[in-house]
């Protein structure tokens, strides 16, 4: 077939169509992800948190500092705490004018028809009751961000079973869903993604949770989930076979889509200290011979090796398991990325708050990397949203001088 001067330029616009709409489905994909936000809705968002414990206390304090959002309730499953201003339990030197309340029809109520839920009731124990408070906040038309649910950090890969009627339920309502933490979340698919910006190549990424649990204000999750203080023999619910993988493999995931990588498989890996000696915390006693360290990794393999690693060392107490890696500083814990590659880059990131506390520090930075995303939830399109999806929102507005704190009531 003959190619005329018509025919050619005709070839050339078509191509340029196709590489234009390429460009621009391309654009649409990845505007978003690990970019910043400085984005305003206007008149403040009226938030209502969702619980009142560790990460309670941590999104009022959250929601109170940012200049774009506004504490409309704050809802307690406990009726000992119904009536007790949100500033006092929060551990702010001031009362807040927002009293909890054991009622939430009334605090979703309290939202109107373009506010937000920062849901921090736990979903260790209780899964399918978080998640039925999310879906009925959405239905509600509620922004919903929540650490509670480890299935949807990864919404692409999450069981169509529990995705979809969250998914409906977030179109039904106009609202979006966005699920994060620390490890999982932020310390695993944000900061290591940020970081692998600076390299040139990258062989290996490594994100490390070293933490000591000592004062960690979690006993159940301690003893039974992970096992702190159990014989040998007893199997922690949090690293039992395939467990990790459903938590943190959505993290392995995400990663590997930043990086364009296609996974072959995820392996997990796990070993196990006894205490060689009784040891009393804040917590209690821990008994000589029962579990006081674990060690674990979710293995991304890529080409047959392990590429991308998740791993936490966890122990009860600073001196057992000595021989596993240790924070840097010596201190309570601390996350860690570690990109091997060239150049080699370690990032150490120690967070502390409630008095020096660096489980409540941990608590915090979980709390206000869901916190600040609301006002990008709100203004996104309804759906589930990822790690990679939310752009990090810095704190605009919050540059203060130093001020007294106290400890949370």
């Not at 959002?69 to 307690?76: D, E, G, N, R």
């Not at 159940?220 to 690293?239: C, F, I, N, S, W």
């Not at 392990?306 to 966890?314: A, L």
């Amino acid at each position: 077939m003959r190619c005329t001067p018509a025919t050619r330029q005709s070839n050339r616009n078509s191509l340029s169509e196709i590489a234009y709409l390429a460009k621009s489905l391309y654009s649409r994909s990845v505007q978003n992800e690990n970019t910043f936000y400085f984005g305003s809705t206007g008149d403040p968002v009226p938030v209502a948190v969702w619980g009142t414990g560790n990460m309670g206390r941590a999104a009022i304090r959250a929601v109170e500092a940012h200049p774009g959002l506004s504490l409309a309730a704050v809802l307690t499953s406990s009726p000992a705490k119904a009536g007790r201003d949100a500033g006092e339990v929060a551990g702010l030197d001031r009362e807040l004018g927002v009293a909890l309340t054991t009622d939430v029809a009334a605090g979703l109520t309290a939202l109107g028809p373009a506010g937000a839920v920062a849901y921090m009731a736990s979903g260790d124990v209780r899964p399918d009751d978080a998640v039925a408070d999310v879906r009925r906040a959405l239905e509600a038309g509620a922004v919903v961000v929540t650490p509670a649910v480890y299935a949807l950090y990864d919404p692409r890969n999450a069981p169509a079973a529990l995705r979809d009627p969250l998914l409906e339920a977030a179109r039904a309502g106009g609202a979006a869903l966005f699920v994060s933490g620390v490890d999982p979340g932020w310390g695993n698919d944000l900061l290591p993604v940020l970081v692998s910006g600076l390299a040139g190549e990258v062989e290996q990424v490594r994100c490390q949770e070293i933490f000591d649990y000592s004062t960690y204000d979690a006993p159940d999750a301690v003893r039974l989930l992970v096992g702190m203080g159990q014989p040998m023999d007893y199997e922690p619910p949090m690293v039992s076979a395939g467990v990790p993988t459903m938590v943190w493999g959505g993290q392995i995931r995400m990663i590997a889509r930043a990086l364009g990588v296609e996974l072959d498989a995820v392996r997990e890996t796990l070993e196990r200290r006894p205490l060689e000696a009784d040891v009393t915390t804040a917590l209690g006693l821990f008994e000589r011979g029962t579990q006081g360290a674990l060690r674990f990794e979710v293995q991304g393999i890529v080409d047959g090796e392990p590429r991308i690693i998740v791993e936490h060392v966890t122990r009860i107490a600073p001196g057992v398991a000595p021989d596993w890696p240790l924070p840097p500083d010596g201190g309570d814990g601390a996350h860690k990325v570690v990109i091997e590659g060239r150049p080699r880059i370690e990032v150490s990131l120690e967070a502390t708050d409630e008095g020096g506390n660096r489980a409540a520090g941990g608590n915090a930075t979980a709390a206000n990397r869901l916190v600040n995303a609301i006002p990008w939830l709100r203004a996104a399109e309804p759906g589930l949203y990822d790690g990679l999806d939310v752009p990090l929102s810095p704190a605009t507005g919050r540059l203060t001088h130093a001020s007294t704190r106290k400890a949370p009531a």
